[in-house]
């Protein structure tokens, strides 16, 4: 049975953890292929919300089994903070959730290394959440990382402690103003760290590759959106993985053809936290609009997300870049209410027509060439069925669906699991 994947493609925070909720009754298996705890996964049933940043969203459900992949990195901190809010569920956590070996750790000098370095940039900041994910893969590539494999090791507090050493040496180079205690941070980290030790760690490539094997089904959930991928993002405005499809290989240890759909979510509109290029951005009552009706606020920072319309040449590229072979499109309620409604579809850039991302997309670079729709007043919020939805928002996910070439078959139409409608 082939692995199916689930991506973002925008800049992250398009509902994934809403659609794997909504599809993880259909799999055995959810793994996690990248990212960190700068994810925060929402998802809300029974009228409550439930914010989730490692643990892979199959963890509700019954009878899935969850993996956090090697191209994870794990902050035990926060990992212990999303075992807690999950003790009042009752769910048998260690029979469920499996940790692979070679996901890497973030340290608590990772964090302060991240603050070191975003404070040294000044305007040029990316935006970080400030969880340790880049001086993480940093380490990772630059092959001095720690893994939970490590834990397993008698050494391992020595081979911690060296890196924390190097660590306070190059946040000192930095040369600016991060106040810290250490001695605070690592009594928290060790009593995490004991607490992550009672989970089973697995050589996560073997045990997926088995599964394939005995047939069951397994969903690679993916963690921030396609444009903010390490090669193929807006960099240096990214994050410091593979959010596309092929991190899915490389985050699991799953071979390219055994990859079978490849879900697509994005958002009926566009948004973006933290720095970075947005050429759709909106700056008037629109964007207001839509930070208000759809609750555009960081689920792991708070932060508030800049807003504009659906790019379509940004869509496009995500969904080359990525096989996607079904859309979902997300917050499509949000939309309700607009006059008129734009969609991105081609480029000025630096004064010539485009019709594809180019390298640069800096706002001096691109201003955007848009086509309007007539928007709907309907509210969607309590519709469920295809047949009752506007004829105006129909129009407007066909035109999607003939611009990209890849069929809308999810029309989520509010936060709860029951607000979704297929196609
Ligand atoms: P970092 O990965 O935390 O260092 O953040 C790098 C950039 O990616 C920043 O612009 C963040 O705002 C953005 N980012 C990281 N994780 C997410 C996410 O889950 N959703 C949306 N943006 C994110």
Redesign the pocket.
């Known amino acids: 049975m082939a692995v199916n994947l689930l991506l973002?493609l925008q800049?992250?925070?398009e509902g994934k953890g809403k659609i794997v909720d909504v599809l993880t009754s259909n799999y055995d298996i959810i793994a996690r292929f990248q990212?960190g705890p700068?994810?925060?996964h929402t998802l809300i049933f029974d009228g409550q919300k439930h914010v989730l940043h490692t643990i892979p969203s199959g963890i509700f459900h019954k009878n899935a089994m969850n993996v956090v992949g090697n191209g994870v990195v794990i902050d035990p901190v926060i990992f212990q903070k999303e075992l807690e809010n999950l003790s009042k569920f009752n769910i048998n956590i260690s029979s469920k959730l499996f940790i692979s070996r070679k996901a890497h750790l973030i340290l608590p000098t990772h964090r302060l290394l991240?603050a070191a370095s975003e404070a040294s940039k000044g305007k040029a900041k990316?935006?970080?959440?400030?969880?340790g994910?880049?001086p993480t893969y940093m380490d990772k590539t630059g092959r001095n990382g720690m893994r939970i494999g490590d834990l397993e090791l008698d050494d391992w507090k020595e081979k911690y402690s060296a890196l924390t050493e190097k660590h306070i040496k190059m946040i000192d180079f930095y040369d600016v103003d991060i106040e810290y205690n250490l001695a605070e941070l690592e009594a928290e980290f060790f009593n995490a760290i004991d607490i992550l030790k009672q989970l089973p760690f697995i050589d996560s490539e073997e045990f997926l590759n088995n599964a394939i094997k005995e047939n069951k089904s397994i969903l690679a959930e993916g963690?921030?959106?396609s444009m903010?991928d390490i090669d193929f993002g807006t960099y240096p405005?990214?994050?410091?993985s593979n959010t596309t499809a092929a991190g899915a290989c490389t985050g699991l240890g799953i071979a390219p053809n055994k990859i079978g759909e490849v879900f697509g979510i994005f958002k009926a509109y566009t948004t973006?936290?933290?720095?970075?290029p947005f050429p759709t951005e909106l700056f008037d009552e629109n964007g207001a609009t839509m930070s208000k009706v759809g609750h555009e606020f960081?689920?792991?920072?708070g932060?508030p997300?800049r807003c504009g319309w659906l790019d379509l040449v940004a869509l496009k590229y995500a969904v080359q870049v990525n096989g996607v072979t079904q859309l979902m499109m997300m917050k499509g309620d949000v939309l309700s209410g607009f006059d008129t409604i734009k969609v991105c579809t081609s480029y000025n850039y630096k004064g010539t027509e485009i019709s594809h991302l180019p390298y640069n997309i800096e706002e001096h670079n691109v201003t955007p060439i848009y086509t309007e729709f007539k928007g709907w007043k309907e509210d969607l919020t309590s519709m469920t069925n295809i047949k009752t939805l506007p004829k105006e928002l129909n129009e407007y996910i066909k035109f999607i669906e003939d611009f990209v070439e890849v069929p809308v078959k999810i029309v989520s139409v509010g936060p709860d699991r029951k607000q979704t409608i297929m196609r």
Do not use: E
């Open positions: 973002g800049w992250g925070d990212g700068n994810a925060g991240d990316i935006g970080s959440t400030l969880k994910i880049g963690a921030q959106g903010l405005f990214v994050t410091s973006r936290v933290g720095s970075g960081g689920a792991t920072t932060r997300r």
